[in-house]
């Protein structure tokens, strides 16, 4: 197959380039060039895009972008905006892979330019994939590694609305029911990038498998949750095992896995979607504010994660940043930037209930997050989180008497007959 990564930010282009790539006429383009047809994948949020509306694969996160080129597989990779590194194309001179760039804002110097214009969508989409082609025939060595991982994405707050109830009784109630109960103890947003600064992947996934563990429902989004996905937290029996009692109970009996793959990082937005949706149905406050839920970013990176982070906070969400805060000065002296800290956390609470916060320590995030989620439970007046409440899950019940001799089998599932 010819392979083509797609990589950055803009639906609109790597949406054309899907569509293009099955035409016929890119097809027989392909089998005349010796290949079978084209393959496509995504880097970045480009591969949430594509993941999530077309079933595309992903090639990886943001810290993956050199990995898939180092294959010396890709014949191109067609990049737009953002989280595009600009050392890519000196990478690629050492292999046959093309970088296409696309956007007048992004031209690297190196790359081929075939700027997208919407008004010529399938007409450059075409073009594009016709490029990554003729470059086939310069393929050398490859080294694939045989790495993979399934998954379920696609969890847009219109779908998460059908699947809790179905086409007559589409509803978030079981969900805030699962919430009031205390089976579901709160709902943690794990989102954003990944950061050269700490070990790739660590800071999501250590936080995310132990808000799991603590019947805390994640829903990710961008580079976090490739990083879940990696782990097969976003497969619905594969993940079970590795989630508490209440939590697994509703994913069971829903059909979900644990960690909910909602988009891009541009999708962030659906979450307050989804919290909307949750107030609106009732039992879990008046605004979002209220609700037992906090928004992570354990890897942040880029500017538009903060901007991402002040509207939500302006939401009312609780928002917390990883690694190192941008706007705290010296240690142990008070200055301007104290005050602004000060300000982005109790000051912006006190005017949109939501507030930010960066805390470099995962299990300093874990700890805030699940003392966040018992003080908003306990200010709405629901039963404190015990995980022994809820017991094991139906699948555990049945492993165990499948133990047991028929009879006693029968005894446990039906009682004793005449008794
Ligand atoms: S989540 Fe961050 S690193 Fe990943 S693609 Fe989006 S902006 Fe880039």
Redesign the pocket.
């Known amino acids: 197959m010819v392979n083509v990564v797609v990589h950055g930010?803009e639906p609109t282009l790597s949406e054309m380039i899907v569509a293009a790539s099955q035409t016929p006429e890119i097809i027989e383009y392909a089998k005349a060039a010796g290949a079978k047809g084209v393959s496509l994948s995504g880097i970045?949020?480009t591969a949430n895009e594509i993941l999530m509306r077309q079933g595309i694969p992903a090639a990886g996160?943001?810290l993956q972008q050199e990995l898939a080129i180092l294959t010396g597989a890709v014949e191109a990779m067609v990049v737009d905006v953002?989280?595009i590194m600009q050392a890519l194309v000196d990478l690629a001179s050492n292999f046959h892979t093309q970088v296409i760039t696309t956007s007048p804002k992004v031209k690297i110097k190196g790359a081929t330019h075939i700027e997208f214009d919407e008004h010529r969508a399938l007409t450059i989409a075409k073009d594009i994939l016709k490029h990554a082609i003729d470059n086939f025939k310069n393929r050398g060595d490859t080294q694939i590694p045989d790495v993979r991982e399934d998954l379920i994405p696609g969890f847009s707050h219109e779908y998460i609305n059908y699947m809790l109830g179905g086409t007559y009784r589409a509803s978030f109630r079981p969900l805030n029911d699962a919430i009031i109960s205390g089976r579901i103890r709160g709902v943690a947003a794990i989102?954003?990038?990944?950061n050269p600064r700490s070990q790739h992947d660590y800071l999501h996934t250590v936080v995310t498998k132990e808000l799991l563990k603590q019947d805390v429902l994640v829903v990710q989004t961008?580079?976090?949750a490739i990083a879940s996905a990696k782990l097969g937290l976003l497969l619905g029996e594969a993940g079970l095992d590795q989630v508490g009692p209440g939590l697994r109970e509703v994913c069971e009996t829903v059909g979900i896995p644990p960690v909910l793959h909602m988009g891009?990082?541009v999708d962030n937005t659906r979450i307050l979607t989804v919290l909307t949706q949750v107030v609106d149905e009732g039992g879990l406050g008046e605004d979002i504010d209220e609700v037992p839920a906090v928004g992570l970013a354990p890897e942040w990176?880029?500017e538009?994660?903060l901007s991402i982070a002040t509207y939500c906070v302006a939401s009312g969400a609780y928002v917390i940043f990883g690694g190192a805060s941008p706007v705290s000065g010296m240690p142990d002296k008070m200055s301007d930037s104290d005050i602004v800290l000060r300000y982005i956390s109790e000051g912006w609470e006190e005017l949109y209930g939501g507030k930010l916060e960066f805390i470099a320590d995962p299990q300093a995030m874990i700890d805030k997050t699940l003392e966040h989620i018992d003080a908003k439970r306990a200010a709405l007046g629901l039963p404190e989180y015990d995980p022994a409440r809820f017991g094991r899950s139906g699948d555990d019940r049945m492993r165990e008497l499948e133990t047991l001799p028929l009879a006693e089998r029968q005894a446990a599932l039906y009682g004793t007959p005449g008794k």
């Open positions: 930010h970045c949020c996160n943001f953002q989280c989102v954003g990038c990944n961008g580079c976090g891009s990082c990176m880029s538009k994660a």
